[in-house]
């Protein structure tokens, strides 16, 4: 049986010899001509979800660490293309733009190639007015979930009808979605702006693998995922809890009962399956149906195993990630919604609800025993701060799993609805429309950015 690759830590990547294959590497366009390779990243920007000025003032400072590794990488030669994604709304539910205003402020600070392309348009007229009808190839594109723009685009060409929503809905698996037709590269990176510690290395390690394995028209590695020890940083600077308690406790014994079960043989192998970072062929992505909620990144394993298989797949390590943890009200929804799809997937498959139950447990325990030598070790190993774990707050919430499984086997517990987009494949062969709806939401992003550096007082 096939197994998913690991390719262990991202340090085993010599990041020289890694842009001058991107660089040799070449790939057969839409019009079937060699061209070089090329490489998008995705930042869907969780700003708007801060609670206090302490909170936004981490938050801006590690979206501006994020876009100086980011500008290193455009410097080196092996990113073409970032895409950052908002959703903040304001009072009466509109638009709220502030975010990627204070976006395109610290790319134009920190990525020279962008700053670059803005002093051309506010020097040459006529460039600028290109940009402004969107007719420009910006290095950075910020868009907004819900850009009237966008909006107008879906409804135009029938996507709307085909999503059953009017424009694009709110949620992380909604940003994911529409950054597909909008993001022009072979392969797609996408990482979450929660990580403190980020480095250029990472987006290296999850998207190398795909490069390097690419023969003409196709890669033979088309997925890759990160995987690590997540530190949720507290207090003041210095201290942090060995986090990702929803992952270790939940999600990864769900996956172990997947495997077990033959349902998705090995696909437990994923070390960590809630990382919302990702490397994908652009061609894999467009066949993809991206969930509305937490079950993205599980919806995507199984999906992905099925379209691609094990052999496929592919995780890598980064290390340690230090990052910016969430309300419990939001963990206690994601583990609500992540536990739901996989009892649907199990009960679909005959699998009893004693069996689930009984099989959770063993599992379970079995990680809380690793998790708690695996802290040990993640203590001595970090040297910069004191990592903190408390063992009783594991069984804490590991007691609250398993009472979310047992109200939802046992019907006490509503099953949460999930949204699910179409694959863009599904909607080029329901519209015969894919390219052009790609142009045009590319133009429009273009004509955002265009915007909020009218807004920033740019051009």
Known sequence: MSRVLDLESYRNFDIEECIQDKIDTRVVDETGLSAPISISLVVP????KVRTEEEWGLEEQTFNRILREVAQL????YLDELIVVDGTVGPERRPDFRVLQQVVRIAYEEIGLFHDQV?????????GEMARRGYANLFVKVIHQFDRNLQKVLLRYGVSGLVGAFGVPRGKGAALWISVPIASGDVVVFVDADIVNFQKEFVVALTHPILYSWHVEEPTVKFVKAYYDRVTLVGGKGEGIYGGRVCRLLARPLLSLLSRHELYPGIDAFKYPLSGEFAIARNVAKRLRFTNDYTIEM???TQLYKLIGPAGMAQVSLD???????AWEALTRMAEQIASYVVGELIAAGVSEEEVLTGFREAAERRLTEDARRAVELSRRVEDIAVNHAPEEDRERLAEYLRILEELLSGKRRRPRTQVFPAWAAIDQATGNYVQISRMLRR??????WTRLVEADYV
Not at 119 to 127: A, D, I, N, S
Not at 320 to 326: A, E, L, P, S, T
Not at 444 to 449: D, I, L
């Open 74 to 77: 455009v410097d080196l030669g």
């Open 444 to 449: 429009r992003a273009v004509q955002s950015t």
């Open 299 to 301: 919806a995507m394993l």
């Open 45 to 48: 920007v969780r700003f708007g």
């Open 119 to 127: 002093e051309m348009l506010r020097r040459y007229k006529v460039q």
């Open 320 to 326: 340690v990630f230090y990052h910016i943890g969430q």
